[in-house]
T-cell receptor
């Protein structure tokens, strides 16, 4: 897996967009960018993934830079239930292989 | 997405006893399951990869004789922590692979007294 770097923590006001950055400057052509989140004392939850193009689903948007060296996960309207640790992972090929979890970003959504 | 369950969700045991944790894929068949361990305020660490019908592959530093993994069917993998000690207290999480995606269970919190 490509090494990923994320800020250890971030705060966001409830109702505002939360923009979580991830640096993966050594990513190779066959490595996707996956985002998971882990709410306290629960298993990780899949959010979104992408290879080159930006992606959007009902949970979030993923913006990948053209050179693929970094990406941003966007939660458009953060709620208190979005408080969690967010992990950016770049596995080889896909998430069907072992995943290497880094430190992640602890997002605190505040009222 | 696919659903993965774990049982029990939490367990407290005495030092020296063995504890079995079950991981089930509820609505799909998983030839590959993964076992992770997470200590407080740390990230998930992969312990082993479990393949149905064959021996598990353990990560470096994980004792295969202490953490016994059995993947006897396409929907069930078990992790047995043998002769548990307080340092084995942790949050154990399994995941199952379906196609090219990985789905995680809710975790099992083990406390060894």
């Amino acid at each position: 897996d490509a090494k990923t770097t994320q800020p250890p923590s971030m705060d966001c006001a409830e109702g505002r967009a939360a923009n979580l950055p991830c640096n993966h400057s050594t990513i190779s052509g066959n490595e996707y960018v996956y985002w998971y989140r882990q709410i306290h004392s629960q298993g990780p939850q899949y959010i979104i993934h992408g290879l080159k193009n930006n992606e959007t689903n009902e949970m979030a948007s993923l913006i990948i830079t053209e050179d693929r060296k970094s990406s941003t996960l966007i939660l458009p309207h953060a709620t208190l239930r979005d408080t969690a640790v967010y992990y950016c992972i770049a596995p080889v090929n896909n998430a069907g292989n072992m995943l290497t979890f880094g430190g992640g970003t602890r997002l605190m959504v505040k009222p | 997405g696919a659903v993965v369950s774990q049982h029990p969700s939490w367990v407290i045991c005495k030092s020296g006893t063995s504890v079995k944790i079950e991981c089930r894929s509820l609505d799909f068949q998983a030839t590959t399951m993964f076992w992770y361990r997470q200590f407080p305020k740390q990230s998930l660490m992969l312990m082993a990869t479990s393949n149905e019908g064959s021996k598990a592959t353990y990560e470096q530093g994980v004792e295969k004789d202490k953490f016994l993994i059995n993947h006897a069917s396409l929907t069930l993998s078990t992790l047995t922590v043998t002769s548990a000690h307080p340092e084995d207290s942790s949050f154990y999480i399994c995941s199952a692979r379906e196609d090219n995606e990985q789905f995680f269970g809710p975790g099992t919190r083990l406390t060894v007294l």
